[in-house]
């Protein structure tokens, strides 16, 4: 009896020992990892972060104030009465290339600790360019920290911090040997390489964008194309930062197409009188791309061209010259198409080559910087050959020959020729419209305030919520209007 007793316990003893042993590998859901690859991470927020720019570029506020498209219905963005706008998905982006940082610090993985940086670079550069001062530094603390409610940064603090990030990212990825998942990498397929283009490029942009007030940025724009090795930059459109659509489902196609990846309805949607008058000066090519023509020019009111853009915030802007049959449309063959036979020139672009060599031609034409074997004028040509490239046309030296085209060393011309080739970029054309004041458009009789905004006003939970470091940022920045400048705008 006492030998069984015996028995019993040590068999209890084993079969506890087990258990305990065993005990975080039974109470673990296969289903529901604690850890998630690096490789995942970077997928979701290369993808969501190009796909929601691109939707910005598109069907959101930027459009409207980049004149690109007129609405004809639901016209609060055309009137360019704004209020509020919500930040909560930039941040939520954020938060995952925080994790994706996190995640790859902890496996010593370089590689993906540079590819962060750069995401974070474009992502927090985005957000400080729509609204100005932002929280920054104490921001995505909830978790770590219990900072619910964080402060503001400075414009003037964050740009730096950025530009920081992005010279550390080329660094990390010009001394790792790590390899970089192909399959992860949706943008550049595991090129280390690509990656250093489109970090530099990146900063090319930023540091023109706050040149007026930052008085590195030429110094800085010069040390990178002064050493193509240690700071390389695109060299072609192959090099563009950008994710295709897949087209076989609405999250991964192009806004407006059958598949409708956001709300994006061309019948509300016309082209604005704005783009169509600039193409046509220009006998532009990429008008037939871009624009469809008039339905029939019998029965047309006020313009009786074969491509008519319609004015922003007039009243009643369905009916312009003559209604529906009179007035042109963004392309359907070009536009709208998803599945097998989405254009494949469509894709959402982060940066751009086209965009880069417009940056480097405005430096040029400034005297700011010197660039090997180029001028503004043949920086100037080359950016509007490539956009035309890159919409599968080609112009004949007749177009270049134009009064309007030919290059006459103005700010005006090249930026109004950048503006067009930014269409549907990103927000570039917006952003480049209040940095110079060109294009300058006809805002239209109704629109709202003193002519293109210049800022996306603060949610209204940051001053319901945290009202004490909202008020404090106010403060300092100005008045929470749409007019109010940021400080590379001053």
Known sequence: MKFKYITLLFAITVLLASCTKDFEKINTNPNAPETTSTEFLMSDVLVSTAYAYQENAVDRRPASAARYLTLVRNTGYDLLDWGPVDWDDIYARLAVNKTFLETAQKRSENQYIAISKIMKAFNFGYLTDLYGDIPYSQALKSKEANLIYPEYDQQQTIYPDLLRELKEANNLLKSNVQEINAKGDVMFKGNALAWRKFANSLRLRMLLRISKNYAPAF????????????????????????????????????????????????????????????????????????????????????????????????????????????????????????GGSANPLLKASLVTYTEQCFILAEALQKGKITLNGETAESMYYKAIKESMSSYGVTAAQSYYNQPLVKYDGTLVQLVTQKWMAMLFKGSEGWFDQRRTGYPAFVTGPLAAGRGIPKRYIYPDSESAKNKTNYQKAVSAFGTDNQYTLMWYLK
Request: proline letters at 6%.
């Open 219 to 338: 110094t800085e724009m010069q040390e990178i194309v002064n050493d193509k090795t240690a700071f390389p930059i695109f060299e072609s459109s192959a090099d563009n930062a950008e994710i295709a659509y897949l087209g076989n489902m609405a999250t991964y196609s192009w806004p407006g197409g059958p598949l409708a990846m956001i709300d994006f309805d061309y019948l509300k949607t016309k082209v604005s009188k704005e783009l169509v008058d600039r193409l046509m000066e220009r006998n532009d090519p990429r008008l037939a791309v871009w624009v469809e023509p008039v339905k029939s020019t019998v029965g047309s009111t006020v313009d009786f061209n074969k491509y008519v853009g319609v004015p922003n915030a007039i009243d009643a802007p369905s009916a312009y010259n003559g209604g529906e049959d009179h007035v042109s449309v963004f392309s359907s063959s070009f536009f709208r198409k998803n």
